[in-house]
């Protein structure tokens, strides 16, 4: 089974800043998916960003973007230029390649303040 | 974007009855729809997947007798939970795979808290 750990509950940033959440997986798979999901207040599951574990490349889109460390199984999601709607709960997911279930952290609560 | 819809969004039921939570793909064909329980402040966990036409796969610790999950079409899905007790309380959300722009990528309905009394 694939365990994913996000290590901070909590975390505020100041309005136009910039934070960073991390996250950690263990799997003995070579192909899979990754995942950031935000969930607002609304409870609304929305994707952020996904990962391909066979690129290289970090995932960017718009001021969201990942550092993956593939042969450290990590997984972090920055966000830059914070803006107020990004407040939410922050889930990192896994998927193993063919599979298609998600295997969610426990989630990082982002405030930004204003 | 592909949507999906979930309804009740939120229902009261007293406890021994059954309550039918709908799940459904607004303008996709969702080959595969997934079931979750959020508990307040805590992570999704998955209850099953469910494929159109066969019978849901349920994770291990779910009582499949006590969620019924039927998918009798390409764009519905639905759970019933049978005889609810007070700890069945919970929110409940589902995703659907559009199978067009890959299975990896699963969308996520807006939920339905259920409240046993």
């Known amino acids: 089974a694939q365990t994913v750990t996000q290590s901070q509950p909590e975390m505020s940033v100041q309005e136009a800043e910039t934070v960073t959440l991390s996250c950690t997986y263990d799997?003995?798979?070579?192909?899979?998916?990754l995942f950031w999901y935000k969930q607002p207040p609304s409870r609304q599951m929305i994707l952020v960003i996904r990962q391909e574990a066979y690129k290289q490349q970090n995932a960017t889109e718009n001021r969201f973007s990942v550092n993956f460390q593939k042969a450290a199984k990590s997984f972090s999601l920055k966000i830059s230029d914070s803006q107020l709607g990004d407040t939410a709960m922050y889930f990192c997911?896994?998927?193993?390649?063919?599979?298609?279930?998600?295997?969610f952290g426990a989630g990082t609560t982002v405030t930004v303040r204003a | 974007g592909a949507v999906v819809s979930q309804h009740p969004s939120r229902v009261i039921c007293k406890s021994g009855t059954s309550v039918k939570i709908e799940c459904r793909s607004l303008d996709f064909q969702a080959t595969t729809m997934f079931w979750y329980r959020q508990f307040p402040k805590q992570s999704l966990m998955l209850m099953a997947t469910s494929n159109e036409g066969s019978k849901a796969t349920y994770e291990q610790g779910v009582e499949k007798d006590k969620f019924l999950i039927n998918h009798a079409s390409l764009t519905l899905s639905t759970l019933t939970v049978t005889s609810a007790h007070p700890e069945d309380s919970s929110f409940y959300i589902c995703?659907?795979?559009?199978?067009?722009?890959?299975?990896?990528?699963?969308?996520f309905g807006p939920g339905t808290r259920l409240l046993v009394l």
């Open positions: 799997t003995s798979e070579n192909n899979y998916y």
């Open positions: 997911a896994f998927m193993k390649f063919n599979d298609y279930k998600l295997s």
């Open positions: 995703s659907a795979s559009d199978g067009t722009s890959g299975q990896e990528t699963q969308y």
